[in-house]
């Protein structure tokens, strides 16, 4: 079953279940990923939906850090609760251990020896940690591997 088709199922379950949060936050999901097979007239794979979710993830966790700032914590807790169900159709984060296995494969992959190098293995990286790891955690790791 595709992540796609898991959420359309989750849609139909929150509308019998009455569950009206989870229900809206799923229909967001929909919208999203409508919208970028409209825009660039594809039909997104499981890769490229979960690239949209990740993209909602850090929405959220712009707009809650924003709402703090502004002592709107009624609407930080709205968003959270949104990114909770969000996360759940994300596959299980990597850990900092599998992410430096991850590294270095890539590193030895592409032959990266100087910063120059970077993109090569972003790009490896990226690929197989596909929404199990914050990226611009990764790049910074990466950066500082060359670097060093």
Do not use: C, F, H, W
């Amino acid at each position: 079953m595709t992540l796609k088709q898991q959420l359309t199922d989750d849609m139909k379950t929150a509308m019998r279940g009455g569950d009206k949060d989870r229900l809206g936050v799923i229909r967001l999901i929909l919208a999203a990923v409508k919208q970028r097979e409209v825009d660039e007239r594809i039909e997104l794979d499981d890769v490229q939906t979960l690239a949209v979710l990740e993209k909602m993830v850090k929405q959220r966790k712009d707009s809650i850090s924003q709402y703090e700032a502004a002592n709107r914590q009624d609407l930080a807790d709205v968003e959270r609760a949104e990114m909770k169900v969000i996360e759940a159709y994300l596959p299980a984060k990597l850990s900092d251990e599998e992410i430096d296995a991850l590294i270095a494969a890539a590193i030895a992959e592409t032959g990266a020896s100087s910063a120059r190098d970077m993109g090569k293995v972003v790009a490896v990286v990226k690929e197989k940690a596909a929404g199990r790891a914050d990226m611009g955690v990764v790049s910074g790791r990466i950066k500082a591997r060359l670097a060093g």
